[in-house]
């Protein structure tokens, strides 16, 4: 399975941005997936920032709540991650992430995911 991660950038804080991660494989039933997005800053540690199950039911960290917005479209194996007023220490590397669950689990740590693509950095200036 190959996840596809894009749409990162260097914006101003404030801005908005949109990132996208794409799931290349045939065959692939997307639907029996739920899917994350983690973030790496410089320095730091890899963090949870948002997951989407099956049902489309998000979760989000404590510090991107009311700011981001993950969404899926299953038809095209896509999932998306909306920033808006977009911080300085939104700055990082952003990674998706996908794990075949039951349908009422969301998963939202690392160890719990199998599946990951490669990063899209995001730099936003102050």
């Known amino acids: 399975v190959q996840l596809q991660a894009s749409g990162g950038g260097s914006v101003q804080a404030g801005d908005s941005l949109r990132v996208s991660c794409v799931c290349a494989a045939s065959g692939w039933t997307f639907n029996r997936y739920s899917m994350g997005w983690f973030r790496q800053g410089p320095g730091k540690e890899r963090e949870f920032v948002a997951a989407?199950?099956?049902?489309?039911?998000?979760i989000y960290a404590d510090s991107v709540k009311g700011r981001f917005t993950v969404s899926r479209d299953n038809d095209k194996k896509t999932m998306y991650l909306q920033m808006n007023n977009l911080k300085p220490e939104d700055t990082a590397v952003y990674y998706c992430?996908?794990?075949?669950?039951?349908?009422?689990?969301?998963?939202?740590?690392?160890?719990?995911?199998?599946?990951w693509g490669q990063g899209t950095q995001v730099t936003v200036s102050s």
């Open positions: 992430a996908a794990k075949s669950t039951i349908l009422s689990h969301i998963p939202r740590t690392r160890d719990e995911y199998n599946l």
């Open positions: 989407v199950g099956r049902s489309g039911t998000t």
